[in-house]
């Protein structure tokens, strides 16, 4: 235990001798912020919040109490509560500490409003002192394992949760406001299922069977709409055991919805329309925004490009005069694109490796990316003009694919035979490869209707909403490797 913790400790014991220590409440009358609001000489106001600093000034000190709503500057004056509280309160208080004080409103002669303090009460002492007051933590990595330390001394990072939890409530009261029910399915399933991602596993003991943690909640949304239901949408985790980048985490939050009876182009214009008002929400309802240094546009009708033809643009490669893996081998050896291709299982794990190297990296504005390969995504209905082709679409903003959506593939033999290709390829070696799951299959013999799904990765809408780098500066608690015991002292 070094000096400073020392020293606050016994303050602490000091506390103790004068009330009751940790007190189990505190009732609070107004937040911080709301005592602005207020006029001068408003009485019996009671604000509790975290001490941030103290300035003690002979008879007349000031400090700033924190809370969730912002800052407020509260003054001690000895003539006011006495010499020996106006001791206390200013040499056993410490910054880090939770205080609760109750006082009234006054403007101090430079015109802020502040509280004047009649009586304070210690509800928990900042053991150790708060990181550093002007630059608070700057590892990135120290940020994010420590996330309560970032909060408590960054206003940046708390406005960023704060667009967080109002794009979280944007997209839950505009798709129940479109007639969509929220609804669960399960994190843990016994097939890995509904996206192309290599899985967590664990064990249940009492069933003693193997499960995996969700790459996605696809296979089981459908099954409710085979159930009835015509409009569902999930807002929750996924976890998929892959890299680590700017864009991808292994646990990060997913928004999955179906819908009955619609086609890929009814969720093209429902999804750009929702993201617009999205922006406007956070952005003081301009559709511009910067993003590392970029702007970028949301206005109008996006771009619409299909995927052979992006390709093609950038490759020069033509997809719809490719059948086989080792033809896309050729073709790409003949053009002398730098590709790892031994790491590559199956034509479409190729085809998606040479479009996120050469093409993606490039697609900067808000666009729409059309009529993916049909060995792409093997749950997505095939195009009835060219069924080389999928009824599909994905948005791409600054490279990142921010959406994937399509038209649903409902036909259970089509569908059983997707999947057996999907073996067919893990016991080449694809790990990604798709499982064959009875259960879905079995539903949509009873019949499902057409409709369209869409997955959009809610971290990487708010990392450009916030001009966040990296989507883990989004996440309260993600990923990280445990702390050395040395970091803990510190």
Known sequence: MDQYQKIRLDKLEVWK??????PGKFHKTHKALEVKELENDTKDIKIAGRLMAIRVMGKFSFAHIQDQSGKL???FQQDEIGKDQYKLYTKKFDIGDHVGLEGYVFTTQKGEKSLKVTKAMLLSKGIRPLPEKFHGLQDPELKARYRFLDLIMSEETRKVFDTRNTILKFIRNYL????FTEVDTPILQAISSGA?????????????IPLFMRIAPETYLKRLVSGGYEKVYELGKCFRNEGIDASHLQEFTMLEWYAAYWDYKDNMEFIQKMIQEMVKAVNEESLE?????????FSGDWKVQSYRDLVMEHTSI???KINTFEELVSEIKEKKLEMPLEKYVGIGQLIDGLYKKFCRPKL????FLTHHHKDLVPLARANDENPNTLDMFQVVVNGWEVVKAYSELVDPIEQRARLMEQAELAKKGDDEAMKMEEDFILAMEYGMPPMSGLGLGVERMIALLTDSPNIRDVIYFPSVKPPKPEDITE
């Open 176 to 179: 129940d406001s479109n007639d």
């Open 17 to 22: 001798e004068h009330q009751i220590a940790y």
């Open 73 to 75: 500057q509260v003054a």
């Open 364 to 367: 900067i504005q808000p666009m």
């Open 318 to 320: 033509d997809l719809d």
């Open 289 to 297: 925004i910067e993003y590392q240094g970029v702007k970028l546009n």
């Open 196 to 208: 192309s991602a290599r899985p967590f596993e664990t064990h249940h003991n009492a069933l003693d």
